[in-house]
């Protein structure tokens, strides 16, 4: 056989090959989980009401001790973020410490042990933002895990397993939203996850559980009577970051243009 | 104490749990890997493209290729907070993340490489084996050395003529293929950071193609550097002693062949790092005329708090002066040393504030965090991941160097390639 004719062959058999093949349909797991009707009946999302947060700061105690996330360190799985817009135009923000300990001045931690004093007759607005782990539809963290020790469950949160993680902090990289950490303690990735050993178990979570005012809920998007799907579907809500194409499932009643 | 705090300093509004995550180490990962690349594509011009007047540096560039490649991955080792757990890579790779083909990327450049050097050395194993075969009573250091080139053949005795220039098509061909793969060990560990989307400054897809030239900018440097050093001692050798082994190249035969070998290396040097400049300018430039979102924050840090570091020890310093030493005329020995010195010193603050410069404001873009890196350790943590981490990290290469060397002479061996 000399070149031309196994060239020829060759197309031959390359064509004659990709036009059958070209019937057929890769499917990945979930799409194939989606054609056999046999899909889960939760997915799991967090309404967030900012005019109901006062800042107290009871979501963040109550998230530390339930999920053991060392009081006294520097990280949190839940934190409250206070903006400040002051009549000139600037926007102020901190979050001490997470506002574990509520915000107990009116003072703005600007780092560094350095602090603003804004007058009240100086501001516009100033409100207060929960934060959590938005459980993306799309999670860049799942997608970087080198390991696959971050995964997303099929009720749409996403769990990291301490006992495969190996530390490379590419997932924290990988989130725009911050939620991520290193534990102090078992030097693994951690982060909200919205109570899975509660919720799972017809619980609340402890930070909904916790907040006095109802500025936090959980629910399921998928049950069409359940009164947080109801708002999500009929009011109008924001998400965080919209732009990293991460679909966000924690939705925000009352959210404004400076929250970071 | 959480992991981080301790060398991170945080100004004005950034969220909670941000740290300085990527530390130092992060730094000396793509800062090695980029040595490994840029040593093996400097070896490849005498291999492939038949660059003649890079034969004396080829080889030498192929051994030191190998001696840093042990080192490439030993930072990702001492930054994994698990670093026992870092075989689960391969046991669980999960393709979607541009870490897992890591090891794959990695082990198949190191066949590369070995592969390449057995072809290259083949007939100096077989040589070593068969005089020490015939050797009666042969010492203990003598049987060693024997059992050990004996492996190193791998049962291959053949030295013929054909035989030996069937080697010299399979090094071709190596090489060659070589190329790409280096080119994508570099890019890839330059994938990693650019295909971050959280990271305003990171996510580039000129990021890869920025640090495969920097790569060979610094591997070239590096190469140049040890073998200026190499020669020196040679010729300081040569100059006390006559052992018969160094008796058939004297001081000034030394001495015009190494500046030859170095105007040659030089003038690529120049080349790849017009290209690495060009192209890391034009990122910059791209980020201020597109001025999205990022690009308050991203100004505040390049113009303001980062400036030292980024124009002056990194475009001042790393770039320009060397540039400009090499650029002049009547090239000397101890300007290349200054100037492949000065390079190596850009390249890492390149790397320096890519990594750190990434990481010095918030994902609020707000606030900012400021490293500080750890220098005298008081514990594991700032050991690994501080001063002494790093050089170790950088020191470990050469004295790998020393010992494959002895395996792989590297001068004042004759063959037919």
Redesign the interface.
């Known amino acids: 056989m000399n070149r031309r004719d196994f060239l020829k062959k060759t197309a031959v058999v390359v064509g004659g090959l990709s036009l059958p093949l070209s019937a057929f349909k890769i499917l990945t797991p979930k799409e194939l989980l989606a054609s056999t009707g046999s899909k889960t009946k939760t997915r799991w999302v967090f309404l967030v009401d900012t005019y109901k947060c006062v800042g107290c700061g009871m979501c963040v105690k109550a998230c530390k001790l339930e999920n053991e996330i060392p009081y006294d360190?520097?990280?949190?799985r839940t934190?409250v973020e206070r903006y400040v817009i002051t009549k000139d135009g600037k926007?102020?923000?901190?979050?001490p410490?997470?506002a574990r300990d509520g915000f107990v001045t009116s003072k703005i931690d600007?780092?560094?042990g350095r602090y603003q004093d804004i007058k009240d007759k100086d501001i516009d607005k100033a409100f207060f933002v929960p934060?959590l782990c938005n459980q993306c539809e799309n999670p860049?963290c799942?997608?970087?895990?080198?390991?696959?020790?971050t995964y997303q469950t099929d009720d749409g949160i996403v769990l990291v397993d301490r006992k495969?993680?190996?530390?490379?902090?590419?997932c924290?990289?990988?989130?725009?939203?911050?939620?991520?950490?290193?534990h102090?303690v078992y030097?693994?990735a951690e982060k909200c996850n919205f109570c899975y050993h509660r919720i799972t178990k017809g619980l609340k979570t402890a930070c909904v559980q916790a907040c006095p005012f109802g500025a936090r809920q959980i629910g399921n998007i998928k049950d069409p009577n359940d009164p947080v799907a109801k708002i999500i579907m009929t009011e109008r809500v924001g998400i965080l970051k919209e732009?990293?194409?991460t679909k966000p499932q924690v939705y925000y009643i009352g959210l404004d243009r400076e929250v970071? | 104490?959480?992991?981080?705090?301790i060398w991170t300093?945080?100004?004005?509004?950034?969220?909670?749990?941000?740290?300085i995550?990527?530390s130092i180490q992060i730094v000396m990962y793509p800062f090695m890997t980029g040595l490994v690349a840029g040593a093996f594509v400097l070896s490849s011009l005498y291999h492939v493209f038949g660059i003649q007047q890079l034969k004396d540096m080829a080889r030498f560039a192929l051994v030191f290729s190998f001696a840093l490649l042990f080192a490439a991955p030993m930072p990702?080792v001492l930054?994994?907070?698990?670093p026992l757990?870092?075989i689960?890579?391969m046991?669980?790779?999960?393709f979607?993340?541009?870490?897992?083909a890591?090891g794959i990327v990695f082990f198949s450049y190191g066949a590369i490489v070995a592969s390449e050097l057995w072809f290259l050395y083949r007939k100096h194993f077989v040589e070593i084996a068969l005089s020490l075969k015939d050797k009666q009573d042969k010492t203990f250091s003598e049987q060693l050395k024997f059992i050990l080139y004996c492996t190193l053949t791998l049962g291959v005795y053949d030295i013929s003529e054909e035989a030996l220039k069937k080697d010299e098509k399979a090094i071709k061909v190596l090489a060659g293929l070589g190329i790409p793969v280096a080119c994508f060990l570099h890019g890839y560990a330059g994938f990693?950071f650019g295909s971050?989307?959280?990271?305003a400054l990171w996510m580039t897809p000129l990021m890869p193609v920025i640090f495969i030239m920097s790569a060979i900018v610094s591997g070239i440097a590096l190469c140049l550097l040890t073998y200026i050093a190499v020669m020196e001692i040679r010729k300081l050798l040569a100059s006390r002693k006559k052992t018969p082994y160094q008796m058939y190249q004297s001081k000034e035969e030394l001495k015009s062949v190494e500046m030859h070998v170095v105007k040659i290396t030089a003038k690529y040097l120049l080349f790849f790092m017009i290209f690495a400049i060009s192209l890391e300018l034009l990122d910059l430039i791209f980020r201020g005329y597109t001025a999205v979102?990022s690009w308050d924050v991203l100004r505040s840090v390049i113009y303001g708090r980062d400036f030292t570091d980024i124009f002056i020890l990194q475009y001042g310093i790393g770039n320009l002066l060397p540039l400009t030493l090499f650029l002049l005329p009547g090239l000397t020995l101890r300007r290349t040393v200054i100037g492949v010195l000065l390079v190596l010193f850009g390249v890492f603050m390149m790397r320096y504030n890519v990594v750190i410069g990434g990481q010095a404001f918030?994902?609020?873009?707000?606030?900012y965090m400021h490293y500080h890196l750890p220098i005298i350790p008081h514990n594991l943590e700032t050991l690994k991941e501080g001063l002494f981490g790093a050089v170790g990290i950088f020191v470990m290469p050469f004295i790998l160097f020393y010992f494959i060397g002895k395996v792989f002479p590297v001068f004042n061996y004759k063959d037919s390639h």
């Open positions: 360190a520097n990280v949190t934190w926007t102020f923000a901190d979050t410490k997470g600007l780092g560094e934060k860049p799942v997608q970087v895990c080198p390991v696959g020790a495969w993680c190996i530390g490379c902090g590419y924290i990289m990988g989130c725009p939203y911050g939620v991520r950490f290193f102090p030097h693994t732009e990293y194409g970071k | 104490m959480v992991h981080g705090e300093v945080k100004e004005l509004f950034t969220y909670p749990n941000e740290y995550y990527w990702i930054h994994l907070q698990h757990r870092g689960n890579v046991m669980t790779s999960h979607t993340s541009a870490i897992a890591f990693i971050v989307k959280a990271n979102k918030s994902l609020t873009f707000a606030g």
